[in-house]
């Protein structure tokens, strides 16, 4: 079995930071792409940010110059570093991994969510 737990969530100010941490753990070989997805109260699961095995990264409009997504990937963990942070910034905080689980499979596994929240 695989496993992303992930920590780090909670209340915090508008301006504040948070730092967050998704490990893998289990059965697989190797990890690929991991990311942050986030999910506010009536809204859709939007894209964070993603960072690829070779450091790569991509990030929403929206977190772009607050946010920083960075990985491990002797410890199988991704972390995402967030600065600046606005009330539109609550919502619960999924991280995502491409599990190599073999030579011939791969699979997306999902943390099992942070709630971050942002208020005064």
């Known amino acids: 079995q695989v496993q992303l737990v992930e920590s780090g969530g909670g209340l915090v100010q508008p301006g504040g930071s948070l730092r967050l941490s998704c490990a893998a753990s289990?059965?697989?070989?190797?990890?690929?792409?991991m990311g942050w997805y986030r999910q506010a109260p009536g809204k859709e699961r939007e894209l964070v940010t993603s960072?690829?095995?070779?450091?790569?990264?991509n990030y929403a409009d929206s977190v772009k110059g607050r946010f920083t997504i960075s990985r491990d990937n002797a410890k199988n963990t991704v972390y995402l570093q967030m600065n600046s942070l606005k009330p539109e910034d609550t919502a619960i905080y999924y991280c995502?991994?491409?599990?190599?689980?073999?030579?011939?499979?791969?699979?997306?596994?999902w943390g099992q969510g942070t709630q971050v929240t942002v208020s005064s």
């Open positions: 960072i690829t095995y070779g450091g790569d990264t």
């Open positions: 995502s991994a491409e599990m190599r689980l073999s030579l011939f499979r791969v699979q997306t596994y």
């Open positions: 289990g059965s697989f070989f190797s990890v690929g792409t």
